[in-house]
Nanobody, 118 residues
């Protein structure tokens, strides 16, 4: 599966941003999807994930209550709505896909950069 993330940019603290990730090459509705991020000098961090049917979502502690993951299987796209952004949210955000039965996210997009200014 090929993943193309977009929507990153520069935003002030307290602002909002929506990331999108378009998938192709595989039946999108068969994939669990996730968002991860990596800040400069830090390890990659789990942000959120959503099941194939969108029924179950899970969030990292640092974004819980501020970020929302969703998906539109008709558009082969997963979204990450980010609100109340903080400077520590600054990172490159990656979307990833996990196939049915797999324990790992094996397919990754190229990343989109988010910068939150204070």
């Amino acid at each position: 599966v090929q993943l193309q993330a977009s929507g990153g940019g520069l935003v002030q603290a307290g602002g909002s941003l929506r990331l999108s990730c378009a998938a192709s090459g595989r039946t999108f509705s068969s994939l669990d999807m996730g968002w991860f991020r990596q800040a400069p000098g830090k390890e990659r961090e789990f942000v959120a994930r959503i099941t194939r049917d969108g029924a179950i979502t899970l969030y990292g502690d640092s974004v819980k209550g501020r970020f929302t993951i969703s998906r539109d299987n008709a558009k082969n796209t997963v979204y990450l709505q980010m609100s109340t952004l903080r400077p520590e949210d600054t990172a490159v955000y990656y979307c990833a896909a996990r196939t049915l039965g797999s324990s790992e996210f094996a397919s990754w997009g190229q990343g989109t950069e988010v910068t939150v200014s204070s």
